[in-house]
């Protein structure tokens, strides 16, 4: 995929020009102890001149629509059902349309259908991502060495360590800083990827006890304009 390196940007982070732009698209939040559910996702990487990228990401939640009349289907249901039962379709009814994403190197998000409904925001992020001066040893041909802090509203910041190139980036947590009443979070790592012009990533978590899992995933589009 061919781009133009940013206007303004600096030398430092033209690794990082790919990244440039708005991007929007569909996830899914599944953890143990957290029902699936489906997303919307707005991220927007700038700069304003200086070595690094800003960062801003918004997750907003699908709230499902409760129809103002009965489907047809379900009447009928209705209609097959015991005499002196009331019960409509369960869930168990419901078909298992789960779409998978398909699976490129690691990034495997499974995206519910997300249909229509209001959305609630479920969290923000705030960051910087930039390259560090010197270069780590042991570090593959190809990659830039990385450095991103990101925080959140629920009083949490995170120093991921890790390293960009070939249309991919790998984080992980070094650093997890909380205030007294958040949420404990003991590692955390992320994985994007360019993959046919779309932004795919991962988020994985080690929380309430629980290993590090897959935590958020989602496919993004680039916004035009």
């Given at each position: 995929m061919s781009f133009s390196i940013p206007d303004?940007?600096?030398?430092e982070v033209y690794p990082l020009a790919w990244l440039v732009g708005s991007w929007r698209g569909?996830?899914?939040i599944s953890y143990p102890g957290i029902d699936a559910v489906a997303f919307l996702q707005d991220v927007t990487f700038d700069h304003d001149g200086g070595p690094y990228l800003r960062y801003e990401s918004t997750i907003r939640v699908i709230e499902p629509v409760v129809p103002s009349t009965v489907p047809e289907e379900w009447a009928q249901s209705s209609a097959d059902a015991a005499p002196g039962t009331t019960d409509g379709p369960g869930a168990a009814d419901a078909p298992a349309d789960v779409v998978e994403q398909g699976s490129v190197d690691g990034l495997?998000?499974?995206v519910p259908p997300l249909g229509t409904g209001e959305t609630t925001v479920w969290s923000t992020e705030t960051?910087?991502?930039r390259v560090p001066p010197e270069r780590?040893?042991?570090?593959?041909?190809g990659k830039t060495p990385l450095e991103v802090m990101m925080s959140d509203p629920a009083g949490r910041l995170t120093l991921y360590l890790g390293s960009i190139g070939n249309g991919r980036v790998d984080l992980a947590s070094d650093l997890i800083a909380r205030t007294?009443?958040?949420a404990e979070v003991t590692a955390s790592s992320r994985l994007y990827g360019l993959v046919e012009g779309?932004?795919?990533w991962v988020w994985e978590l080690a929380a309430f006890g629980q290993p590090l899992q897959?935590?958020?995933?989602?496919?993004?589009s680039r916004v035009e304009g």
């Open positions: 303004g940007l600096a030398p569909e996830g899914v495997t998000p499974a960051g910087y991502w780590p040893d042991g570090l593959g041909e007294p009443t958040s779309n932004l795919m897959s935590y958020v995933s989602a496919n993004l």
